[in-house]
């Protein structure tokens, strides 16, 4: 059931409020429109000026090129331009498509499509599977390609993907290509960029977090350029990480020490003080709490000297709600931020990034 409720600025603080319920997928489309897509797999966008609702689907649909569907799909990005949407959709391949013996349950693979934000020129541009962490993939900040995996080397219909998998190289090489060019739709492989674990992207450039060891080791590489950049090891094995906070660096905690951790594998200590960071936005303003103190303010920070730009909004938020996956609307300035308890109740809360709601509603 959805609850629209009128955007709150209380006094001198900013609240987040419920305004969606049962959502499986969330993204933000631009300053006021969220994509969603709830527990049946009904997608809708979501005007937040209006509480307006809109029935949301790509234009293909998987009996076009012989797929059969098998109801998943959850839409993941918007490209940096606002261009091109990015899902992950669930098919099989029917069974007149022939499978080696014992590899039936590869019949059930995920289709990565593009679209438009609006769901028209949908079209699939490869094949995946749910492999460890996966299948994960993030456009590049240029939203000229799209990087990731797991990813099969073949168009992505049944009959290329069945003859594929009856081939002796496609039996046992899962990932030949990880780059897809979304000017030609062609496959290539980005060299030495090993994500066959998952990576974790920095929102506004193209470095990453290779997934490896969990958090005792830290491995950089560029979408782009692949190779490494940089190596760290935990002392003792143990560590928070807080998320990124620069271009090429994210604050971490390692025992009693904090600081940030940079893609040349170097670490730079936090001369004093402590710092959680709940959000990044794209107008470069920070959702955190200093010091402990257990109050969240929406602010610049100067990482440079670890130290707050005076000027930041305070934030009221339950301790239930800021734990939440984050995403912050696209816009400059940034509108607000949304957290969704993705792994739980599917409730979605919007928290307003201005003092005025007026701001907000403005065309």
């Known amino acids: 059931m959805l609850m629209v409720l009128m955007l709150l600025v209380l006094g001198v603080y900013l609240e987040p409020v419920l305004v969606a319920e049962d959502v499986v997928s969330v993204v933000p489309l631009d300053r006021a429109t969220v994509l969603l897509i709830d527990g049946e797999g009904a997608g809708y966008t979501l005007n937040l000026n209006t509480g307006f609702t809109r029935p949301w689907a790509p234009s293909w649909s998987p009996g076009e090129d012989g797929w059969e569907d098998d109801g998943y799909i959850f839409a993941t990005e918007l490209s940096p331009d606002g261009n091109h949407l990015l899902i992950l959709k669930g098919v099989y391949a029917p069974d007149r498509f022939g499978f080696p013996e014992g590899y039936d349950g590869m019949r059930s693979v995920i289709l990565v499509i593009l679209s438009r934000p609006d769901g028209s020129g949908a079209t699939p541009v490869a094949v995946s599977v749910a492999a460890g962490g996966g299948p994960d993939y993030a456009f590049t900040t240029d939203s000229r390609f799209i990087v990731g995996g797991p990813m099969f080397d073949c168009e992505p219909t049944p009959g290329a993907y069945s003859a594929l998998i009856r081939s002796d190289s496609g039996r046992f090489a899962m990932e030949p290509v990880n780059t897809i060019s979304l000017s030609t739709g062609n496959r290539s492989l980005t060299p030495d960029l090993d994500i066959s674990d998952g990576f ?84 470069g303003r920070f959702l955190y709490e200093s010091n402990g103190s257990g109050n969240l303010v929406l602010g610049d920070v100067d990482w440079e000297t670890f130290s707050a730009v005076p000027g930041g909004i305070p934030v009221h938020m339950p301790e239930e709600i800021r734990h939440l996956t984050a995403r912050p609307m696209p816009s400059e300035p940034c509108t607000g931020i949304l957290f969704h308890d993705r792994w739980g109740s599917g409730n979605l809360w919007f928290l307003p990034a201005t003092r005025t709601a007026a701001e907000l509603l403005q065309n």
């Not at 190596?231 to 090429?248: K, L, N, Q, S």
């Not at 940030?260 to 001369?271: A, K, M, Q, Y």
């Open 200 to 283: 974790w992207k920095c929102p506004y450039s193209d470095w990453v977090r290779l997934e490896n060891n969990w958090y005792a080791e830290h491995t950089f590489s560029n979408l782009v350029t692949g190779g490494v950049a940089g190596f760290f090891r935990v002392p003792g094995g143990e560590c928070r990480v807080h998320g990124w906070v620069t271009e090429d660096a994210f604050l971490i905690t390692i025992g009693e020490r904090q600081g940030l951790l940079r893609v040349d594998g170097s670490f730079v200590p936090c001369p004093s003080g402590t710092w959680d960071v709940v959000s990044w936005l794209p107008d």
